[in-house]
Nanobody, 122 residues
Framework: QVQLVESGGGLVQAGGSLRLSCANSGRAFSTYAMGWFRQTPGKERVIVAAITRSGDSTYAADSVKGRFTISRDGAKNTVYLQMNSLKPEDTAVYYC???????????????WGQGTQVTVSS
């Protein structure tokens, strides 16, 4: 079973940085794509960034491109989201996601973490 646990959220001032981590304590996920999503109250969960199983291809939403970087460490079964130049509009609950099958797409996911709060003050 895949079990995703996020960490690294918190409160930071605008312009600051945070690094989120997502550890998979279940089966090895090296063959599946992983992603980060975020959600604010009353809005849908939206994709922020994603990475292929090999790590050789990534996606970043326009709103975070150039500021956020996704990466993964297969040996540690962990995916990271480095967030720089944070803005108040980045405030959200951030969720880690994993694919249960190799869909060939970075936008379809089967497993979710519990979420971690990121708050950016102005």
């Amino acid at each position: 079973q895949v079990q995703l646990v996020e960490s690294g959220g918190g409160l930071v001032q605008a312009g600051g940085s945070l690094r989120l981590s997502c550890a998979n304590s279940g089966r090895a996920f090296s063959t599946y794509a992983m992603g980060w999503f975020r959600q604010t109250p009353g809005k849908e969960r939206v994709i922020v960034a994603a990475i292929t199983r090999s790590g050789d291809s990534t996606y970043a939403a326009d709103s975070v491109k150039g500021r956020f970087t996704i990466s993964r460490d297969g040996a540690k079964n962990t995916v990271y989201l480095q967030m720089n130049s944070l803005k108040p509009e980045d405030t959200a609950v951030y969720y880690c996601a994993a694919q249960g099958l190799p869909y060939g797409s970075l936008f379809q996911y089967d497993y979710w973490g519990q979420g971690t709060q990121v708050t950016v003050s102005s």
